[in-house]
C-alpha cells in the first residue's frame, strides 16, 4: 500500500481564488510528520508547511493552511488567494517514527496551474 | 547565508560506469539527505546522514553509498550505472538529526544525470 496517495494529478485554478490539494496518508505510528513541499519548474523543493501528529491545530504558514484530519488520515493543503507564482508541482510528504532512522516518503505529486 | 549547493548540473554517464555527486549544505547545517526523483514521480529517500554517519537509508541498493565530510559537505557514489538510474538527484540540508519536529529540510536545484 502506498504510505503517502495524492489523487489529483492536475489542479486547475482561477488567479486569486482558493484551492485545495489533497494527500491521504497511512502510517502505524503514533508518532509523525507531514509537509508539503512546492517543486517550479526549475526543480528545487521549497518547504510550505508542518504538521505534527500530536499538534491540535492546524499548521498555517501565510497563504498556506494544512486541513489535518487525523481520523480519516488526511493532511489537504489549502492554499488561499492563488498567484501566478503558485504554478508548480506540489509534493506530500510523510516523516514517521520519533526515534532512530529517518526515512522520509514523498507522493507523486499535483501538478497545479494558476490562470489569470 | 549560502544556500545548498549541488555540482555538476548536468551529467552523462553510460551503463556500467561510476558517478560522484556533489553537494554543499546550507551554512550551519549537519545534516544532509539525497533523493532519487525520476521523471513525473516524486522524490525517493536514498540516504541521510548526521556528522559523518548514515542516518537511515531507503530502499536502495549497496551500489548507492555516500559520504558526509567534518564540514559537513556530502557525496553520492553510484557504482555500476544502470539506465534506471536516469533521475534528478537532489540533496537537503537541514539542522538536526532529523529523527523529530519539524526538520525542515533546504533543497539543492538538483543533479540530472542520464544514464545511456
Known amino acids: 500500500a502506498q504510505k503517502i496517495t495524492q489523487t489529483q494529478p492536475g489542479m486547475f485554478v482561477q488567479e486569486k481564488e482558493a484551492v485545495t490539494l489533497d494527500c491521504t496518508y497511512d502510517?502505524?505510528?503514533?508518532?509523525?510528520?507531514l509537509f508539503w513541499y512546492k517543486q517550479p519548474s526549475s526543480g528545487e523543493m521549497i518547504f510550505l508547511i508542518y504538521?505534527?501528529?500530536?499538534?491540535?491545530q492546524n499548521a498555517t504558514e501565510g497563504r498556506y493552511s494544512l486541513n489535518f484530519q487525523k481520523a480519516r488520515k488526511s493532511a489537504n493543503l489549502v492554499i488561499s488567494a492563488s498567484q501566478l507564482g503558485d504554478s508548480a508541482m506540489y509534493f506530500c510528504a510523510m516523516r514517521e517514527g520519533s526515534g532512530g532512522s529517518y526515512i522520509p516518503t514523498f507522493g507523486r505529486g499535483t501538478s497545479l496551474i494558476v490562470h489569470p | 547565508e549560502t544556500g545548498v549547493t549541488q555540482s555538476p548540473t548536468h551529467l552523462i554517464k553510460t551503463r556500467g560506469q561510476q558517478v560522484t555527486l556533489r553537494c554543499s549544505s546550507q551554512?550551519?547545517?549537519?545534516?544532509v539527505s539525497w533523493y532519487q526523483q525520476a521523471l513525473g514521480q516524486g522524490p525517493q529517500f536514498i540516504f541521510q546522514y548526521y556528522r559523518e554517519e548514515e542516518n537511515g537509508r531507503g530502499n536502495f541498493p549497496p551500489r548507492f553509498s555516500g559520504l558526509q565530510f567534518p564540514n559537513y559537505s556530502s557525496e553520492l557514489n553510484v557504482n555500476a550505472l544502470e539506465l534506471d538510474d536516469s533521475a534528478l538527484y537532489l540533496c537537503a540540508s537541514s539542522l538536526a538529526e532529523g529523527t523529530s519536529g519539524k526538520d525542515e529540510q533546504f533543497f539543492g536545484p538538483g543533479t540530472r544525470l542520464t544514464v545511456l
Open positions: 504538521q505534527g501528529s500530536y499538534d491540535e
Open positions: 502510517t502505524s505510528d503514533q508518532s509523525y510528520g
Open positions: 551554512s550551519g547545517h549537519n545534516t
